[in-house]
């Protein structure tokens, strides 16, 4: 696969899937009219924020096919994670279930610092670059409880 058919695949496929995620929870967003804890952003931030974090795993992803370095750690870790991140959304908007997806985000959290470990472990850039997701994600997770504890 030549260098730039990586990056396009690499970086189109989070984008596409998040996308395509939002597309399905759209019509039962019920963010604005839920009680949040202090630091919630507003709904736009999240569109945002989260395009920026697909196209970092794109990136990352991109830096180690590009090195011939994705092996079955690679991958393993980037699929689950990504796996994971995708299914939240239809839990906590689609199916309102506050408490499984906070348990569920718990898990992905996990998987982002096995992930950023891995990545780390082959490439620096590749890792760093998934920091911001991590944290973000961390956030996400307090909201998450927040949300859950605030609207029972």
């Known amino acids: 696969m030549n260098k730039i058919s990586i990056w396009i695949k690499s970086i189109i496929l989070p ?3 998040g996308a395509i995620v939002g597309l399905i929870i759209m019509p039962f967003m019920d963010y604005n009219s839920l009680e949040k ?5 507003p709904s736009i931030v999240f569109p945002i924020v989260w395009t920026i974090l697909y196209l970092l795993m794109g990136i990352s ?10 092996d079955s750690s690679v991958n393993i870790s980037y699929y689950v994670q990504l796996v994971l991140n995708l299914l939240w959304p239809i ?3 689609v199916f309102k279930w506050r408490l499984f997806a906070f ?8 998987a982002i610092t096995t992930m950023i470990r891995v990545f780390f472990s082959k490439d620096k850039l590749a890792g760093v670059l998934q920091v911001p997701y991590f944290i973000w994600s961390l956030f996400a997770t307090y909201l998450n409880l927040g949300i859950y504890i605030l609207n029972k």
């Open 15 to 17: 984008l596409a899937l």
């Open 37 to 41: 804890p202090p630091l919630s952003p």
């Open 61 to 70: 992803y991109a830096l180690l096919k590009q090195k011939s370095l994705v």
């Open 91 to 93: 839990a906590f908007f």
């Open 103 to 110: 348990i569920w985000i718990l898990l992905l959290d996990i």
